[in-house]
């Protein structure tokens, strides 16, 4: 049967596809299945440095595969889009490898919590997005999980509640996007963000991502007793005194792969 997420990986930089456009990349049984296995190989396979999420066709995501939700009255069921798309989101959230979502287009309702779960996301400036569960009477329960640590609370009432679109300008004002960028200069936008992504030591990127996540929920005591002991580990690890040693030597730390490796993610 044939895949509907494909995988490469040039330089460091895995690309996994959402490649549906028939429904527009919509979070079918297959899809979610297809999606899970390609981000499990990301993430164990050592050449991997950064994951980069995209899809085909005009529309990113277009959320829950409504024709799989439809259920006959009375019948017992269970969503189908429930069957592994937590498992997926906290998969991106919890990657130590860095996850810049490249959106080729619109995104729609689950669409959005993949945008959220990830570290990066860059979107061409002509896409649209709304969360509109809420017009199908159905609720944004599971992507509120990443989409609420993004997004402005006031913010989030309005479109979670309304399930108005809104643009890509007011999506990275709000904290939905990392940068909304002309269509012609999305792939270099995305590339930049890698190249960058790249450079920085495996180990450390894995810990800053997670101090992100954990240190505005400490006290400033705690958070200042737990951070000068990681920064004293840090500058005492292998790849700490690597880097030091290549800034003094005015070289390219082991990590970073060779330009004869490296290219722009597909």
């Not at 012609?184 to 810990?207: I, K, N, Q, S, W």
Request: proline fraction near 6%; charged fraction near 25%.
């Amino acid at each position: 049967m044939e895949r509907l997420v494909h995988k490469e990986v040039s330089g460091g930089v895995a690309t996994i596809t959402l490649d549906s456009p028939r429904n527009r990349n919509a979070l079918s049984v297959r899809l979610l299945g297809d999606l899970e296995d390609r981000l499990n190989w990301a993430l164990a396979e050592e050449s991997v440095r950064v994951i980069v999420l995209t899809g085909t066709g005009p529309v990113f995501c277009a959320g829950a595969d409504l024709k799989e939700q439809r259920v006959e009255p009375g019948e017992a069921h269970e969503a189908p889009v429930t069957a592994s798309f937590p498992e997926i989101m906290s998969m991106i959230w919890n990657s130590p490898k860095p996850v810049v979502c490249r959106l080729n287009g619109t995104a729609r309702a689950g669409g959005l919590g993949l945008v959220a779960a990830c570290d990066f996301a860059i979107a061409p400036d002509s896409a649209s997005f709304a969360f509109t569960e809420v017009r199908l009477g159905v609720v944004p329960a599971m992507i509120s999980v990443t989409v609420l640590r993004r997004l402005d609370p006031r913010a989030a009432a309005e479109y979670l509640m309304t399930g108005e679109t809104f643009d890509a300008a007011r999506a990275q004002e709000i904290g939905l996007l990392t940068r909304a960028v002309p269509a012609g200069e999305l792939d270099a936008t995305v590339a930049h963000y890698a190249g960058m992504l790249l450079r920085g030591g495996p180990e450390a990127l894995a810990l800053t991502k997670q101090l992100i996540r954990q240190v505005p929920g400490l006290t400033v005591e705690e958070g200042m007793r737990r951070m000068a002991e990681l920064s004293a580990q840090r500058f005492t690890s292998a790849e700490g005194q690597e880097g030091i040693a290549a800034f003094m030597e005015k070289r390219p730390p082991s990590w970073i792969p060779s330009r004869e490796e490296t290219a722009a993610p597909g």
